[in-house]
């Protein structure tokens, strides 16, 4: 979308007209403080202070004084339109929105951001609510919206489980579970999905798929997390060259077929099932050699037949027939009974 389909007045005019009403020193700080210049780059309140050689609360006196006295003056007034269209922005983005999207929705400049950022400050009718541990930076108009979501976000994250991966339609789904007092207007997937970039403590995995940030399933750092994404992925037992190759193919990243094998054999996460064969042990495969998967499958189970154990083996381990005969002839662990059946020796 073009910049002139989103906003009609010209946020550098506005500012300027605006800065006009105050003093010399007064206009250099906020031009400063809000990187309204040719640099860009917004001063601390320490680098101001500096300058003119006073303290950084002198400085912030400076600041807030300005503010409110551009908005006292006729000139605020005269801006009205330029404020009354960027609160139109917020509503349609949901009536809260993150800063860094409201920016970017606006404009890809960075100049012409920080004129925005500015106005949303200087606008009485805009709240911003400073980032936390929860929250990203965000602006709303509505205090009693912005609370609502505050507290679906909060409950939508302590009803997740650590491990949990959903699907963005999953997610969203559940996310509106938590949103029934909110008007229906708002209930679009793209302010849901807007409204979901706020929190710091949900987020995306590199596949699109929604759970805890702090989760590896989500916050992917290495070959480990990359393949236990494709396992789980492809849904059944895979081979670790496959997994390397498709590390590759979906996240970009360079896997050595000998180091995905490795890291895999580390993980508690994954299970060898068979001749290079890797499954994921959430799906219920045990860990261990066939003599182990036979053990535990007897420990559960009680006295077997052969067929049954076989049936049973063959469901953990993709193995031959015959290596599960091999092993039961280990008369250290297991034995015959009078019926014909096998149990632990």
Do not use: C
């Amino acid at each position: 979308m073009s910049e002139k389909t989103i906003i009609t007045f010209k946020p550098k005019q506005v500012s300027k007209r605006l800065i006009g009403v105050l003093s010399p020193r007064a206009q250099d700080v906020i031009i400063g403080r809000y990187g309204l210049g040719a640099d860009t780059k917004r001063m601390t309140l320490e680098a101001i202070g500096k300058k003119y050689k006073i303290t950084r609360e002198r400085v912030r006196q400076i600041e807030n004084y300005s503010i409110a006295n551009i908005r006292k003056s006729k000139e605020y007034e005269i801006e009205k339109v330029a404020f009354d269209e960027l609160k139109t922005i917020v509503k349609v983005l949901g009536g809260m929105v993150s800063e860094e999207e409201l920016l970017k929705y606006i404009s890809k400049d960075k100049s012409i951001q920080n004129h925005i950022h500015f106005l949303l400050v200087v606008g009485e009718e805009f709240t911003k609510e400073k980032e936390d541990a929860e929250f990203k930076h965000r602006w709303h108009v509505d205090k009693d919206l912005s609370k609502k979501i505050h507290e679906s976000l909060r409950k939508l994250y302590e009803n997740m489980s650590d491990e949990q991966i959903l699907p963005e339609s999953q997610m969203i789904e559940n996310f509106l579970e938590h949103l029934k007092e909110v008007a229906s207007e708002y209930k679009n997937e793209e302010i849901l999905r807007r409204w979901l970039a706020i929190s710091k403590t949900i987020s995306k995995n590199p596949l699109g798929e929604w759970g805890k940030a702090d989760s590896p399933n989500i916050n992917t750092k290495g070959m480990r997390d990359y393949a236990f994404l494709v396992i789980r992925r492809h849904g059944s037992p895979i081979h670790f060259r496959e997994v390397a190759k498709l590390i590759g193919e979906l996240f970009g990243k360079k896997a050595h077929v000998a180091t995905t094998h490795n890291e895999l054999i580390k993980d508690p996460r994954f299970v060898l099932v068979g001749r290079g064969l890797y499954a994921l042990s959430e799906w219920g495969y045990m860990s261990g050699v066939v003599k182990d998967v036979i053990k535990g499958v007897l420990e559960k189970n009680g006295p077997l037949t052969k067929e049954k154990i076989i049936e049973k083996v063959m469901k953990e381990r993709y193995v031959k027939e015959n290596t599960i005969m091999v092993n039961l002839q280990n008369t250290k662990l297991f034995k015959k009974t009078k019926d014909g059946k096998y149990t632990l020796a």
